[in-house]
């Protein structure tokens, strides 16, 4: 099992308002944060939208995933209700993926996170050169 994951629902009251951030590992929030947060789940949420893939679908898409990050990411998205997973009962069998409608909100917000970072990727390259360029001069 994954560090900081349990198969138990967790309950704990780690902050009074969902607002607020919580820093403790066992937090709901954090939790989930870090699950939504993190790049693989970031990209099958993306690819994900409006359409249903197969496994092999998503592993030839996203450039750099292992076959078990893959399963690892798709189960932990299933698990938290974001993905729905389909069997189809022929042979081979067909396994399809898609967003759940709670992962069709996920995605919305995403999109936006997208939009931002499309609008101020030239201002944080600049802010990036100017910093490489001050560390240089500190070596």
């Given at each position: 099992?994954?560090?900081?994951?349990?198969?138990?629902?967790?309950?704990?009251?780690?902050?009074?308002?969902?607002?607020?951030?919580?820093?403790?590992?066992?937090c709901d929030v954090r939790q989930?944060?870090?699950?939504?947060?993190?790049?693989?789940?970031?990209?099958?949420?993306?690819?994900?939208?409006?359409?249903?893939?197969?496994?092999?679908?998503?592993?030839?898409?996203?450039?750099?995933?292992?076959?078990?990050?893959?399963?690892?990411?798709?189960?932990?998205?299933?698990?938290?209700?974001?993905?729905?997973?389909?069997?189809?009962?022929?042979?081979?069998?067909?396994?399809?993926?898609?967003?759940?409608?709670?992962?069709?909100?996920?995605?919305?917000?995403?999109?936006?996170?997208?939009?931002?970072?499309?609008?101020?990727?030239?201002?944080?390259?600049?802010?990036?050169?100017?910093?490489?360029?001050?560390?240089?001069?500190?070596?």
């Amino acid at each position: 099992m994954e560090e900081g994951t349990s198969k138990e629902p967790s309950h704990s009251e780690c902050t009074e308002d969902a607002f607020q951030w919580d820093t403790r590992e066992d937090c709901d929030v954090r939790q989930i944060l870090d699950r939504i947060g993190d790049k693989w789940s970031l990209l099958v949420i993306a690819l994900l939208d409006n359409r249903v893939l197969r496994f092999t679908e998503l592993k030839k898409t996203i450039d750099g995933i292992s076959q078990r990050m893959l399963t690892v990411t798709l189960r932990q998205l299933e698990r938290d209700g974001l993905v729905r997973r389909t069997v189809h009962p022929v042979v081979p069998p067909r396994v399809d993926y898609e967003l759940t409608p709670l992962g069709v909100t996920l995605h919305d917000t995403i999109q936006a996170l997208v939009t931002w970072t499309e609008k101020h990727q030239n201002e944080i390259a600049t802010a990036r050169a100017t910093y490489d360029s001050r560390d240089a001069v500190v070596r």
